[in-house]
């Protein structure tokens, strides 16, 4: 089954820089942040190009609860406000048959970008705003807030557990609370 998963996984998982190789020193090309709505910044102008912000995307990583974006000769450090990546759509895959996997949600963050809930990236609750609200763990130290939207859409096929007062989405096998 693990293979499989995996399998499933390198099927919808956008490829990602080796930045975990790459030790360079600081750039020095400016500032770069990334706002709670998951806008890119440079210099504090919006970087509106999807394109730019997918190759941004590929190479920022965060180790030890810092954002950098990584290069094989510079690293520049990135301000994020909450979470670089939120996840604002979401399907049950068609393909998890082929692969012999349980269903499982898919979900799509704001880059276009495909991430399958399971073992490997887990939803786990934490606070924002001062609400507990689910988030997606991506690789790399990344990890992206799911959207208002996308939780009560969730919130309506989640099993409820009335002893527990609780909601549970199932997804590749796996349990997470929604609560």
């Known amino acids: 089954m693990t293979d499989k998963l995996e399998q499933l996984i390198a099927h919808y998982v956008s490829a990602h820089s080796p930045t975990e190789r790459w030790q360079a020193g600081e750039c020095g090309v400016g500032t770069f942040s990334i706002d709670s ?24 990583s965060c180790e030890q609860g810092e954002y950098t974006l990584k290069t094989p000769s510079e690293t520049c450090t990135v301000t994020v406000e909450e979470s670089p990546f939120i996840i604002v759509a979401w399907h049950v895959s068609e393909v998890a048959q082929q692969y012999d996997v349980e269903p499982t949600i898919i979900c799509e963050d704001n880059l276009g970008r495909l991430w399958p809930i399971c073992k490997a990236f887990p939803l786990y609750m934490t606070e924002y705003k001062g609400l507990q609200v689910p988030h997606l763990q991506l690789n790399y130290g990344l990890c992206a807030r799911i959207e208002r939207n996308v939780y009560y859409q969730w919130a309506e096929i989640a099993k409820y557990n009335e002893q527990r007062q609780s909601m549970t989405l199932h997804s590749a096998g796996q349990a997470y609370e929604l609560t």
């Not at 910044?41 to 920022?60: M, N, T, W, Y």
């Open 37 to 60: 709505a998951g806008r890119w910044f440079h210099q504090g102008d919006e970087i509106k190009r999807l394109a730019l912000v997918r190759l941004f995307a590929s190479v920022l």
